[in-house]
């Protein structure tokens, strides 16, 4: 077990040397969401019932900042040590697959939670929202970093120069994050974009995640959890069977 524990130090003392950079950045870049979007939308956009639109947005702006910090975390250190050269140096040591997996997943899990817990501890003083069930709350951010650690893997894993990780990012985890109902309450989309909410994977982590502030949702949370569990084996197995044939990194 000393093993992964040791590399986990290492990813998470790696984004923690530029916590200025990998933490405090984001949490800014949540707040001027929040001052925007809470100042111009907050008497236009209807949402739940007596729920404010300002408290309405938060826990979608702390489940956002979380997601994607947690995919930049593993997608970042991997390419950043693959261009760099020095991921030999991890190649070398007696690591199984699901030793390197531990370590970067759970290092983008701490980077996702710390980043989400500054973006709280800020936003809160804008609006409070309540815990109506604080248990979901912990269970979607867990989930929801982990799921996005597990993807940024295997982003940094295909990637091969920078330029693919930024188009991985922009394309894909950028879009599937601000339509799954970070803004808004897919209740006010017309039918048809309601369904095609329901097929983004985002918007279960993103609803049940504000279920446990709030106590409603746009749908159970207890099929948020089903789809959101289903999701993070799904991209873990495919993460974990890259790590285990060593897809571009033993070449």
Known sequence: ??????????EVLRFWKVGFQTVGAP?????????IFGHVLQDHVKVYDRIEYT???IPGLVMMSVLQNAFANSSSSLIQSKITGNLVFVLLTPLSHWGWFFAYVGS??????AVGLGVFAVTSFFARPDFAAP????????????????LGLIAGLWA???DHMAAFQNFIIMP???LSGV???????????????HLNPFFYMIDGFRYGFFGVSDVTPWLSLAIVGSALLAVSAVAVHLLRIGYKIRS
């Open 108 to 113: 983008s899990v701490v980077r996702g939670l």
């Open 183 to 197: 803004f808004y309450s897919i209740r006010s989309l017309p039918p048809v974009w309601q369904d095609v909410s």
């Open 160 to 162: 091969e120069k920078f």
């Open 135 to 150: 248990l979901w709350i912990l269970v979607f951010a867990l989930m929801g970093a982990a799921m996005l650690g597990a």
């Open 176 to 178: 599937m994050t601000f």
């Open 55 to 57: 408290a309405f947005l």
């Open 1 to 10: 077990m000393t093993g992964w524990r040791t590399l986990l130090y290492k």
């Open 27 to 35: 949490v800014l870049t949540a707040v001027l969401y929040l001052l």
